[in-house]
């Protein structure tokens, strides 16, 4: 892709075709940022672009397709990223999935940590250095409470586990997800200089979406809780905007944050110590580097 003029700032949203991500990245084209989407259904970005216009008719977005499940997609939308926007000013790694059971991608993952963490680490991973060249730009990542359910955290082994579950212990599981994305928040937050990128994440609280979209019955439980006014993911998607957006976070960086009033929340237990985050960081790259990614 050649390079575009850059007369806005950008923001890149991955899972923004539908739940937090679709109205963060409206509120965004709203405020003017080029938005850059990162997305698997070509239909549903079609349909994005499309409430994109009518939002914001002078709106200016891109969509970069990618599996963020497959480390060799989330690299190449990086790339490809990189190429197109000479800078970045927000990534938001929103994109996130609950699977009630256990499925292995095609390089051999968990498919629920690739797409939770390890797709993300590599797409920030790969646009670091578009980041600090655009400084001060800032990372956003979308955490979750469900990391208290994570009672241990062992690095390696949990990385790399893909033996079979129930759907009954798919929470912890999930939550151990979340919980490694807290940890490489703050450990990347201590490795970047905060005065060109800060990297936060956030506690978007309960929100109707499509993430337990595996879970049987979701569908109709999905329309009643909308009825119902119950879960809106308006309130999920306020505190990723104001991190994103607001000054009074431009030079927080580390922090993670819950959607009530944006009260700042302590690192889970078992993932809190800096050595263990800076295992997590050490182990995925020795991974990532045996899949041939960055």
């Given at each position: 892709?050649?390079?575009?003029v ?12 539908s739940?937090?991500g ?5 509120e965004?084209?709203?405020r ?13 970005a079609?349909?994005?672009l499309?409430?994109?216009r ?49 499925r ?10 690739a ?34 359910q ?13 033996d ?9 599981l ?6 490694m994305t ?40 999905l ?10 993911p ?10 994103a957006t ?49």
């Open positions: 892709m050649n390079g575009v850059m007369d806005r700032p950008v923001a890149v949203i991955t899972g923004a075709t739940g937090l679709r109205i963060t990245a409206l965004l084209a709203r003017g940022y080029r938005v850059g989407a990162v997305a698997r259904s070509r239909p549903k079609e349909a994005l499309t409430e994109l009518a939002a914001s008719p002078d709106m200016q977005a891109d969509i970069f397709y990618a599996d963020l499940g497959l480390i060799s997609q989330a690299r190449r939308a990086g790339e490809e990223i990189a190429a197109r926007y000479p800078r970045l000013d927000v990534l938001v790694n929103n994109a996130g999935l609950h699977a009630f059971s256990q292995t991608t095609a390089e051999g993952l968990a498919e629920m940590t797409v939770n963490y390890l797709g993300p680490f590599t797409l920030t991973e790969t646009l670091t250095n578009t980041l600090l060249a655009s400084g001060p730009a800032r990372v956003v990542n979308v955490a979750s409470q469900a990391a208290q994570a009672r241990t955290i062992s690095p390696g082994p949990d990385l790399r586990r893909t079979p579950y129930t759907r009954r212990e798919s929470m912890a999930y939550g151990r997800t979340k919980l807290v940890m490489w928040t703050q450990e990347l937050a201590r490795r970047l200089d905060a005065t060109k990128v800060t990297v936060n994440c956030c506690d978007p609280g309960f929100n109707a979406t499509g993430l337990g979209r595996d879970l049987p019955g979701s569908g109709p439980l329309r009643v809780l909308n009825a119902l006014r119950i879960g809106d308006r309130k999920g998607a306020g505190i990723i905007v104001r991190l607001d000054p009074a976070f431009a030079h927080t960086s580390g922090g993670y944050f819950s959607v009530r009033d944006a009260t700042p929340l302590r690192c889970p237990g078992p993932g809190r110590d800096e050595d263990v985050q800076r295992e997590l960081r050490a182990e995925t790259l020795a991974l990532l580097a045996s899949l041939g990614a960055p």
